[in-house]
């Protein structure tokens, strides 16, 4: 009698199904020094906190690379620093391109896909000290890199995207107001969103029109609401106030230049307008992360189930928990899998995922507290450390891969 093999519970993904793990310049190379968090940071970080030298992956992309291929990844997401390659207005540093091109052909070497963020938070310190994005010129210096940086790069990209997160942006700029060049101003804040929305438009249609076939798109942050009162009307409006303003407005009014759709996907909130604070809301030790964000896998489907309209692939390009406990963490990415298992299931057109981050890496105005890394670094000898939940992916993806070549055989 034949041996019946069990198999993986999360098998089932398609077979052309994208795995990675993403990264952004500034938070992994080290020493973005003409970047304006770098300014920004050397008066509101305390110096352990600066990002510094980072995990100097400048130096290290090729053993970081090797290491994703490693664990089976076949796909790797990450950004360009714009500052690097722009110091100074106007003035494009050649040594720096040539530096790209060795990461992106390194990356092609490794056999991986490749998704290239052209702008991840971060911008020239130049830039910003001319009024950054809300400036009535933000959108045609973008441009002037993006028509640099593009066919130099273009035989190694595979997916571009223009922009990562214009809504986390647009908060950290004039809501929350902590970012370099920000200020609270609802009046910036709707420039810069309209500014944000054309720099992507015109990207898009720039790259179509130099890289045949190119697929390009934008990333957005989505949180997934829940209301806390559902028979409340108003709850419900300003629920569908919030989804529409932070993900879709964006979508309409850049409609026709989305080739796929990018989700980073970490945050599930409560509309209440009531004032008790009901008993589901509150996190424990296990379902929160080190930075106090809920662990809500079923939000990740409900979020992938509210793009289903666009009739567009989907990748989610972010998603991952800042942890120090790798049982926790290996819970994550598996309960956040079988969400996506769940949305495919459906139809929903769903066509890869990158952990975020592939290493442990420089967390914003958190500097170095929170542990996102499938990879740990030791920042004093820069030796890269794999965790436990890298080899579950591994597992994942293998599994995967062996039962569609079983399929075939
Ligand atoms: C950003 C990353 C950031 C991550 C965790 C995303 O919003 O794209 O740069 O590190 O969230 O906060």
Known sequence: MAKQVKQHPLTGFPIDFLWGAATSAFQVEGNNIHADFWDWEQTNLPNEQRSGQAIDHYHHFSEDFALAKKYQQNAHRLSLEWSRIEPAEGVFDLLEIDHYRQVLQELKKQNLVVFLTLHHFTNPEWFTKMGGWKSAKATWFFNRFVQKVVPEFAPWVDY??????????????????????SEKSWFNYLKTFYHLVWAHRQAYHFIQ?????????????????????????????????????????????????????GVNYYFHNYINL????????????????????????????RVLKSLKRYHLPIFITENGLATNDETQRTKFLTDHLAAVLHALREQIVVK?????????????????????????VNRKTMHRLPK??????????????????????
């Open 160 to 181: 571009w995207i223009t922009i990562n997160e214009p809504g986390v942006l647009l908060y950290h700029l004039y809501i929350n107001s902590r970012w370099p060049g």
């Open 209 to 261: 029109q130099r890289v045949p076939q190119a697929r390009v798109g934008v990333v957005h942050n989505i949180t997934c609401y829940s209301v806390t009162h559902p028979q409340n009307p108003l709850e419900n409006l300003v629920k569908w106030w919030k989804s529409l303003t932070e993900t879709h407005l964006f979508y309409l009014l850049s409609y026709k230049t989305h080739d796929f759709l």
């Open 274 to 301: 009531g004032q008790e604070k009901p008993e589901r809301h509150n996190l424990t030790r296990s379902n929160q992360s080190q930075l106090g964000w809920e662990i809500y896998p079923q939000g990740l489907y």
């Open 352 to 376: 890869g995922y990158f952990y975020w981050s592939l290493l442990d890496n420089f967390e914003w105005t958190d500097g170095w507290q929170a542990n996102f890394g499938l990879i740990g």
């Open 388 to 409: 436990k939940t890298i080899t579950v992916y591994a597992e994942i993806i293998r599994a995967n891969l062996s039962s569609i070549s079983k399929k075939k055989s």
